[in-house]
């Protein structure tokens, strides 16, 4: 798990602030973007990469993609798409309430660039943009976790989070015996 310490889901009224246009190294016109409805189709054949270790179906897409279209929902997200359209990766995070901070954290849920869109920088766009939230938000810090041998997402993450040394568990609840 790693974190870093930056300021603070943006109400829909500040989203257009979010907006940005970004040129990369191989001067790709990218937008950073809440999603849109004619967002759908690519955003679902990305998550559907995204999510290859997971039992994923086309039902569970319309229940994630509603939450991120739904402003009262927690879980926030954020597109980076070309001038076509097309959508290249996303970025999934929500507020959380920290106890040992006593104020609310982000937490980023879900991390992608397409295969042929990595090393352009848009992940870094897809990071500042939740960045940027969080300072309006006042969050303090944003968490996530990532596999150990993700090697590729944490060199990446290395150049601007530190990694904590906390485990991460979780408990099945239908699994769970209290003896
Ligand atoms: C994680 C992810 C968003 C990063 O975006 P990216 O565009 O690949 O990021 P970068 O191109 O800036 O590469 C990050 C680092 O990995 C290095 N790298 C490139 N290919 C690599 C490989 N095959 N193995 C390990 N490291 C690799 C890069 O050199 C770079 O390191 P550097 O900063 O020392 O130069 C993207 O790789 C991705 O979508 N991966 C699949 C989904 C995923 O793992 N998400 C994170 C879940 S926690």
């Given amino acids: 798990m790693v974190e870093f310490t930056q300021k603070a889901r943006v109400e829909r009224a500040s989203l257009k602030e979010t907006k940005m246009t ?13 999603p849109s409805p004619d967002d759908e189709p690519g955003w679902c054949s990305a998550y559907r990469a995204f999510a290859i270790d ?14 991120l279209n739904d402003p009262k929902h927690p879980m926030d997200g954020l597109v980076a798409k070309l001038e076509s359209g097309q959508i290249v990766g996303f970025v999934h995070f929500k507020e959380t309430p ?25 992940a870094h766009k897809l990071i500042s943009a939740v960045v940027e939230i969080a ?31 906390r485990l991460t568990y979780e408990l099945f609840v239908e699994e769970y015996r209290s003896s």
Avoid at 54 to 67: M, V
């Fill in 22 to 34: 970004v040129k990369s190294a191989s001067t790709l016109q990218v937008l950073i973007d809440r």
């Fill in 54 to 67: 997971y039992p994923w179906d086309d039902k569970k897409a319309k229940i994630l993609w509603s939450w």
């Fill in 98 to 122: 920290r106890g040992v901070h006593a104020c609310n954290q982000g937490y980023i849920e879900d991390l992608y660039v397409m295969p042929d869109y990595r090393g352009s920088g848009i």
């Fill in 135 to 165: 300072k309006r938000k006042g969050w303090k810090v944003i968490r996530w976790i990532t596999k150990e041998n993700n090697y590729r997402a944490r060199s990446f993450y290395d150049r601007f989070a530190r990694q904590t040394n």
